[in-house]
């Protein structure tokens, strides 16, 4: 995926770049999730409405924590591009665990490989 690989090249040097980029990256791996049901989304509100209609239900969405991971990564996006609040490197490392959770899911739910996952 072309976030991931820019995702790549951003250093956590520049936090708020790097939490936004990896919302991104998570963004696409759910609506690759969501084509699978038909589902597409044009608004932050659409697509989470449509993630939790579709799986919200089911035990693996849940127990792997997808939904609150996915949550995060915007929370953080949006506090860097909206609310101008300082991040660190701790902001960072949290958007890489809960990229690292939405990737995994997108990868048993779409096969392995799906996901932008090839990132060190």
């Not at 990256?25 to 209609?53: D, F, G, I, Q």
Request: hydrophobic content about 40%; some cysteine.
């Amino acid at each position: 995926m072309h976030n991931g690989e820019m995702l790549n090249q951003i250093s956590t040097d520049f936090p708020d770049w790097y939490v936004t980029v990896s919302f991104y990256v998570a963004v696409h791996c759910m609506e690759a999730c969501l084509t699978e049901v038909n589902r597409h989304s044009k608004t932050h509100v659409e697509r989470a409405s449509n993630l939790r209609r579709a799986y919200g239900g089911t035990a693996t969405f849940s127990s792997m924590g997808v939904f609150r991971a996915y949550l995060l990564l915007f929370d953080l996006s949006i506090d860097a591009r909206y609310e101008c609040i300082h991040l660190g490197d701790a902001d960072c490392r949290d958007a890489d665990r809960a990229l690292a959770i939405v990737e995994r899911y997108a990868d048993w739910r779409l096969g392995s490989g799906s996901s932008s996952s090839s990132r060190p």
